[in-house]
């Protein structure tokens, strides 16, 4: 039996880390294992729950993931984790509430501060914001006084004198009884206290009169003593006297009793009228007394000025007289009441008797009389009573008529009541237009306001009869300056008839659509002026009537002054056929058909459609028998709602085409399908949707063990894709196949059954395929080297769709195929136009061999040239020498000269001695371009072909640089160059 129950999860209002919590003890107190633990979550989480984590790790389902990982996405769902800084700001503004205890607080604080990330801080921060966001202030000055002290320890010491507080208070409030001396001594106890009072802070006046000790006392303790009105609960800031003025100095700010030049010492008193019930204050502020409340008036100056001060009125309890003695301060007040002008003090209106008031108004001024405006049927009532107690107080008189008149604006008042007021907000004088009621009144006419036509443009699609309602009355509001407007809205004046069932068509969205437009574009009513012709144009169609009133102003144009349509009624279409109807043997007719009445029509239309035929053969039958209004609609309604007919009927149009998305990079998403069984075998057609790229795999079985060898093959390739689309055929939905692509991180996309039109790629790839094995069965050419040489000019060949080969956008290249071979030799024409360029170039042949003896040319000053000795070569024409001092030095062949073996003498610069230069045929030669024509050299073989030295010992040359000895005779080549004659060019 299982230890303690845990219910469903509420997703709207519960806490997922709380009940995760739980969740691991009823685990550990069940002992239930780890394996068993995600299936126990699924079965008690409750079906909304559940649906969340579906949607949540689709496409996985909940139970292939881990305990851990599954309770992690539905918290990262509906407990995000919130931002510190406004977690904190949260903490920062909590402050204690009215009526919550200390012990609360300090848990919503501790609540709030879960999420704040303060550490180490967070006992320092706690008691700060607790300390603070006390609303007693004695028990936040006791804490203050504390000179260090920790959150636990100011926790226990304010909870002590919140209790120490609220026990007094329960002593004070069980010592009071009703009535007698002790109600006496509670009232002269509040009065006499009345200065002190900042225990409930009710009272209007907190200092004055005999209770300056006492204010002085509590300003000691340090107290703030608003500054404008004396009291000590609030600010001057807030205070509701800080705009009247003073009746002493004249300033605004403060009053009397504040004074600066108030003299200090006690008041007189004396009582005032009553003015309701009021519960006491002062120091006892939660006692009741069986009085009422009444004013005081305190003479607080020498001027004997006087200010209202609460004080409490005994209720008597006999009829009898009553004397008694009331004391404030210690003073004895004498009080009487006065009626001698019981008739002004009776709290009515005043009357004015000393004469008539007249009221001028400007010479030639014309009477206004303004129609009542309607009201609001639940304030009805209440403006009645108003205006009743008006007449009986005097204030207004009734009228027969008037010629003056303005509009009434009732305003609720805080009493409930209501105060009526002459609205004269509408008078605009000397203005060029005015926006009246909706509508914009100019010069030129009448148009709408566009603000309110802003309302009816963003008027969202009425979703059932009610909307439909409030939509056409906001319409018909301007209808008279839509032309025909009942034909518009035809289709939305259907769907209120009580018989129409609620189906919102193409052609309810057209009119709904067309009406906004037509007030959107609606033209500018003139003013009607009784001087010009008018002029009526009618008009009338199946759905409504309608007629445009307009004047002929003095240029002869038409204006129209207004727009009138109305919707016809159901029957009215068909009134004029009154006069077609005869009596035949006791039967209506209407021409050759019968007139069937309401009652018999069901079992007509039954009849009409018993054998099912189509909404035309329908109608044809009908209309050679019967007929009554709205026939043919009735007969489409019900073919359409028969099931026999839908469950026989055709399907229908097709939809549009949906594309996929084109993937951003090649190999993304991969379209599969299986081929065959064509000529006994089947083939696996893989498609890349980015790059038109086509795979063909022959198919030993079409098991998913076999296709994910074949799509290992393919992705060893090209990679993993990211997305892979298939049907739903037995291989692709099989487990090994699924586990597959998802330990691949390959996202698996089915298409809907029987749709292949959803796997588009897949499909037309396979049609190509198709028809390539059939053309090779025509030719009986090996089908496998068909297609091998077709998906070779397939992916080298530019897509229709792409404009680029699939092998350019998958490889970025083009495949080498044998129609590359009928494309000139790039190679062969850039070498014979280099050997161009090296025979038109000129110039002389010289070869130097390492150990050759030469000049070479000297760019520091006093010195043109250099003996050296050639030591090797870096380049075809550069050299490597070593000069006279050890150095070497760097040079090109046409800074060298040679020289002879015993000459210390430095060469003429004559161009003679370049002609005699001989070439030596080596490895180690320095070599320029041969003669023009690139005829081959006769210099004999190169070094490392050519024989060596008899006895096998080098030349001296090469002993020197590593080379031969040259085999060729020093003898000066002379460079040549072909014949260009005039008129005659190489012919490519």
Not at 471 to 482: S, T
Not at 511 to 532: G, I, M, N, T
Not at 751 to 774: D, L, Q
Not at 940 to 947: D, I, Q, T, V, Y
Request: hydrophobic fraction near 35%.
């Amino acid at each position: 039996m299982s230890i303690g129950k845990i219910g469903e999860f509420d997703v709207e209002n519960g806490n997922w880390s709380l009940y995760c919590e739980r969740l691991h003890m009823y685990f550990e107190a069940n002992a239930i294992k780890e394996d068993l633990q995600l299936p126990t979550l699924i079965a008690v989480v409750g079906e909304a729950t559940y649906e969340l984590m579906v949607n949540l790790v689709s496409p996985k389902s909940p139970s292939q993931l881990k305990l851990e990982e599954l309770v992690k996405v539905v918290q990262d769902h509906l407990q995000p984790t919130p931002s510190i800084l406004a977690e904190r700001y949260r903490f920062r503004q909590r402050r204690q509430e009215s009526g919550e205890s200390v012990i609360q607080y300090v848990a919503v604080l501790k609540k709030l501060s879960r999420f704040c990330d303060f550490g180490s801080a967070l006992d320092d921060n706690l008691r700060d914001q607790f300390v603070c966001g006390l609303s007693m202030d004695v028990i936040r000055q006791r804490l203050f006084a504390e000179e260090k002290i920790q959150f636990s320890k100011a926790i226990s010491l304010a909870c002590s004198l919140e209790a120490a507080e609220r026990d007094a208070a329960a002593v004070e409030v069980g010592s009071r009884t009703p009535g007698g001396a002790a109600a006496e001594a509670a009232v002269h106890k509040m009065a006499a206290s009345r200065s002190a009072g900042a225990g409930s802070g009710s009272g209007r006046r907190a200092g004055g009169g005999g209770g300056g000790d006492s204010q002085r006392e509590r300003t000691s303790q340090g107290t703030v003593v608003c500054a404008c009105c004396g009291g000590n609960n609030h600010d001057s800031k807030v205070c509701r006297y800080k705009r009247l003025k003073c009746g002493r100095c004249n300033v605004v700010g403060h009053l009397r009793k504040m004074c600066p030049g108030n003299q200090q010492g006690g008041g007189a008193w004396r009582g005032g009228g009553p003015r309701g019930e009021r519960v006491g204050h002062g120091n006892n502020g939660g006692r009741r007394a069986t009085s009422s409340y009444a004013n005081f008036v305190a003479q607080t100056d020498s001027d004997h000025s006087e200010e209202e001060e609460p004080m409490f009125q005994m209720a008597l309890r006999s009829y009898k007289p009553v004397s008694m003695p009331v004391t404030v301060d210690g003073k004895e007040l004498i009080m009487e009441i006065d009626t001698g002008h019981k008739n002004v003090l009776d709290g009515g209106l005043g009357r004015y008797t000393g004469g008539t008031a007249r009221l001028r108004l400007r010479e030639g001024a014309e009477p206004v009389f303004c129609r009542a405006r309607p009201l609001p049927f639940a304030m009805r009532e209440r403006v009645d009573l108003e205006l009743d107690a008006m007449l009986r107080d005097g204030i207004i008189e009734p009228v027969d008529c008037s010629d003056w008149a303005t509009p009434l604006v009732p305003i609720n008042k805080s009493d409930g009541t209501l105060r009526l007021c002459a609205d004269f907000k509408k008078c605009v004088f000397m203005a060029d237009e005015v926006v009246y009621l909706g509508f914009i009144i100019n010069k030129n006419g009448v148009r709408p306001d566009p603000k309110k036509l802003e309302a009816i443009k963003e008027m969202p699609t009425p979703t059932n009869v009610t909307e439909v309602r409030a939509f056409l009355g906001m319409v018909n509001f301007y209808a008279k300056f839509v032309r025909n407007i009942s034909d518009i809205l035809y289709p939305l004046y259907r769907l209120l008839r009580k018989q129409m069932r609620w189906s919102w068509t193409d052609e309810c969205e057209m009119a709904f659509r067309k009406v906004k437009e037509v007030l959107l574009s609606s033209e500018v009513l003139a003013h009607y002026d009784p001087a010009l012709p008018l002029v009526l144009t009618c008009d009338a169609s199946a759905r409504g009537v309608g007629g445009v009133l307009s004047q002929r102003d003095a240029r002869g144009r038409e204006r129209a002054v207004a727009y009138v349509s109305l919707e016809i009624d159901q029957l009215k279409p068909y009134y004029n056929r009154r006069h077609e109807l005869y009596d035949e043997l006791g039967c209506v007719m209407w021409g050759h058909r019968v007139i069937i009445p309401q009652s018999c029509r069901e079992v007509v239309m039954r009849e009409l459609h018993e054998t099912h035929m189509g909404i035309v053969k329908t109608k044809a039958i009908a209309r050679s028998y019967v007929w009554w209004p709205g026939l043919d609609e009735e007969i489409e309604q019900r073919c359409r709602a028969c099931e026999v007919c839908a469950e026989v009927a055709p399907a229908p149009p097709a939809a549009p085409p949906s594309p996929w998305r084109w993937p951003d990079r090649a190999y993304e998403r991969v379209h599969l399908d299986f081929l065959g069984p064509i000529g006994g075998k089947v083939y696996l057609v893989a498609v890349d949707a980015r790059s038109k790229w086509i795979e063909v795999f022959l198919m030993t079985r079409t098991t998913s063990d076999v296709t994910i060898d074949k799509l290992r093959e393919a992705w060893a390739r090209w990679g993993l894709p990211k997305q892979v689309v298939t049907d739903n055929g037995p291989p692709f939905t099989s487990e090994s196949f699924e586990n597959f692509l998802s330990s691949n991180g390959v996202r698996h996309i089915f298409t809907p059954p029987y749709h292949p039109a959803s796997n588009g790629a897949a499909e037309n790839a396979v049609k190509i395929i198709k028809k390539v094995i059939k053309k090779a069965n025509c030719e009986n050419k090996r089908v496998d080297v068909a297609i091998q040489r077709f998906l070779l000019n397939y992916n080298n060949t530019p897509h229709s769709t792409t404009g680029e080969s699939p092998a350019k956008l998958l490889q970025g290249r083009s495949l080498r195929c044998r129609l590359d071979n009928l494309k000139p030799d790039r190679t062969a024409k850039v070498e014979i136009e280099q050997n161009k360029q090296v025979v038109y170039s000129g110039g002389t042949v010289r070869g130097l061999v390492t150990g050759d003896e030469v000049w070479f040319r000297e760019y520091r000053p006093g010195r043109t040239w250099s003996k050296g000795i050639v030591a090797g070569r870096s380049g075809r024409s550069d050299c490597t020498l070593e000069a006279a001092d050890g150095s070497r030095v760097h040079r090109h062949i046409d800074q060298l000269r040679r020289r002879s073996r015993g000459s210390m003498v430095c060469p003429v610069e004559s161009s003679m001695d370049d002609t005699r230069e001989v070439e030596q045929a080596s490895s180690s030669q320095v070599q320029l371009p041969a003669e023009a024509g690139g005829a081959p050299s006769e210099q004999g073989p190169p070094a490392s072909e050519a024989p060596a030295a008899a006895g096998g010992a080098p030349a001296a040359g090469a002993a020197a640089g590593n080379d031969p000895t040259p085999s060729s005779s020093r003898c000066p080549v002379r460079t040549r160059k072909p014949v260009v004659r005039y008129g005659w060019g190489e012919i490519d």
